[in-house]
């Protein structure tokens, strides 16, 4: 009895201790399983529209639903303009030091800091499609080249974000080219106001939020900003009587594709898995699209309050785009040969324009420039 007693107690024993550690395996797998997900990482990013517009309405909307495309892995807490960083120099450098691990930007606001950014959004009588700027970005190139110059100043450019034309709007008509002379008009610095210049315009430098008292007050004639949407949300049908575009089919000869853009602190971009980066990306170009056509349908409703506030529009022709255009060409050059990366990205985009499939320059039209 005892003999087999004892030869019994090995094997009990042995199945008492995988019992135990099988328990404790399912037990272990629980608790990981169970276990309280990381917190997520969040990044303050802020962008240039004013709380209340439809564009920071869009944004914003965008933002809060990072969290749930990342797996709750990176969190996006959203800020109006001027909120954290006061101006736009000041949301530059935030984002550069880490104070905002992100911004929505004009990508042409950095002209003064980036030169090449002049050619990294629709310049006056250049490329005036969106889908012929997300071919250079997305297809030509021109995204990989824009990246390599942000990371020289510890930024990563994320991506494009297709916004609308801009527009201007005037206390008088006009009707051509001519009529511009004389006036004094809030226009983005850089290349557009040097080439309004050769038209005998005073150009002014104002923010978006300047313009009204400044069209209300009358010290300046008329003002450029965004398009239809926004612009009857900020109030301009109250101060003007006119709206100026371009050629049918053409909302702005000189800003036709005003591009935004998402870009991010480069030392946070590098902290994220490949995944996280790749689904940012990826959304990136979504919300673009969304933006976008969310912006035009807006435009469209828009455009039947100023008419029926008694806005007047005027078109400038198809001529005037042409002699637009040549004065604006060797601006094209100057701007480009400020420094390499620059020259780069503007040579990509004349190869494009002289192809047959644009067809906007012709060699002789640049005889003579380099």
């Known amino acids: 009895m005892n003999d087999r007693n004892d030869n019994n107690v090995a094997p009990r024993r042995g199945f008492l201790k995988s019992l135990i550690l099988a328990s404790a395996a ?15 990482t969040t990044w303050k990013v802020q962008s240039v529209w004013d709380a209340g517009t439809v564009g920071y309405t869009l944004f914003e909307e965008w933002c809060n639903g990072m969290e749930e495309k990342t797996g709750g892995e990176l969190k996006f807490k959203c800020f109006p303009a001027k909120s954290v960083a006061a101006d736009n120099n000041a949301l530059f450098d935030a984002v550069r030091n880490g104070v905002l691990q992100g911004m929505n930007p004009f990508t042409l606001y950095w002209s003064g800091k980036i030169p090449a950014s002049v050619f990294l959004s629709s310049y ?27 990371k020289k100043l510890g930024l990563f450019y994320v991506g494009p974000i297709q916004h609308d034309a801009n527009i201007i709007h005037s206390k008088k008509p006009v009707n051509s080219l001519e009529d511009l002379k004389g006036m004094k008009i809030r226009v983005p ?28 007050k009358g010290t300046i004639d008329a003002a450029d900003y965004v398009g239809p949407a926004v612009n009857y949300e ?3 049908s109250q101060v003007t009587d006119n709206i100026l575009m371009g050629p049918p089919g053409v909302m702005s000869i000189y ?85 390499e990366d620059a020259r780069a990205i503007f040579d990509l985009q004349l190869k494009y324009m002289m192809n047959d499939t644009v067809g906007y320059i012709t060699p002789e039209d640049i005889k003579g420039m380099e």
């Open 26 to 40: 399912v037990l272990g797998a629980s608790a990981i399983t169970a276990a309280p997900a990381q917190a997520a």
């Open 124 to 150: 006056p009588a250049g490329p005036d499609q969106p889908q012929q700027w997300d071919t250079m970005f997305y297809s030509m190139g021109m995204l990989e080249k824009t990246r390599e110059i942000y």
């Open 189 to 216: 610095g850089g290349m557009v106001a040097e080439v309004f210049q050769q038209f005998g315009v005073s150009t002014v430098s104002l923010p978006g939020s300047d313009i009204f008292p400044a069209l209300e």
């Open 234 to 236: 900020l109030g301009f």
């Open 255 to 339: 800003q036709p594709v005003d591009l935004m853009d998402l870009t991010v602190n480069l030392r946070a971009w590098n902290k994220l898995s490949p995944k996280v980066q790749q689904v940012v990306e990826d959304e990136v170009r979504n919300y673009s699209q969304r933006h976008y056509l969310t912006i035009q349908k807006r435009n469209i409703e828009a455009m039947e309050k100023f008419k029926a506030e008694g806005t007047k529009v005027s078109r400038l022709s198809q001529e005037d785009l042409e002699t637009f255009r040549r004065a604006a060409i060797p601006v094209w050059f100057n701007w480009a040969n400020k420094d």
